[in-house]
């Protein structure tokens, strides 16, 4: 296993996160329910969707090394794009409607009697709220574009979940403290730029075949 693939994997995937729907909606079951029941059932959704990029990913590596370098070029360009519009996104003064994650939060994590919300039903609930909301996101395609562009699975699904499993702890201790100490633009800037500088690897190595 390449450990500098997980390492890398994990910045990227991480910066890629915090700003993303599934930090806040995160943030909003963790004031609502017990942390650790909470980070268990997004533990379990983020695993499932590293596990269905990272395969997705392996089989796209494939292809021809040039095709790959080419369209992985690519890719890393739109997330780049793509982070920084859900960098100003989240970082607005205010949304003219709550996207579907925090939409689905707040339905799912409104008040309960405490003995209703049992480890079973906050879990399962967690799990669905972030398994909807990343299905097709900019975290699973950056896994599976990493995946393709490394041709290292077991190293990107580790540094991939671990990275997301962090955010998630992060969101769920204390997301909004977080969020004073490095601000959205911040971290949006930062995560295009490692996009960017892939971008960038990829399209060198595609030129060179």
Request: neutral net charge; glycine residues 8%; hydrophobic residues 60%.
């Amino acid at each position: 296993m390449s450990i500098t693939t997980a390492l890398i994997t994990f910045g990227v995937i991480f910066l890629a996160e915090l700003p993303d729907k599934t930090m806040v909606a995160s943030l909003v079951l963790g004031s609502r329910f017990r942390p650790l029941h909470v980070w268990a059932g997004v533990a379990l959704a983020f695993v499932v969707h590293v596990t269905v990029a990272v395969a997705a990913g392996s089989a796209f590596s494939l292809l021809p090394h040039r095709i790959v370098d080419t369209i992985t070029a690519v890719l890393f360009v739109v997330g780049a794009v793509l982070v920084l519009r859900e960098g100003r996104e989240s970082d607005g003064p205010e949304r003219d409607e709550p996207d579907r994650a925090d939409a689905a939060a707040e339905r799912t994590a409104s008040p309960a009697p405490a003995a209703a919300a049992t480890f079973w039903r906050v879990a399962a609930t967690s799990f669905g709220v972030v398994f909807v909301a990343e299905l097709g996101d900019l975290t699973q395609i950056s896994t599976a574009n990493l995946a393709a562009r490394f041709d290292a699975p077991v190293a990107v699904w580790i540094g991939a979940v671990l990275a997301l499993w962090t955010v998630a702890g992060l969101a769920i201790a204390g997301g909004r403290g977080l969020l004073r100490l490095l601000p959205i633009a911040v971290i949006t800037r930062i995560a295009a730029g490692a996009f960017l500088v892939l971008a960038v690897v990829s399209a060198i190595e595609a030129v060179r075949g």
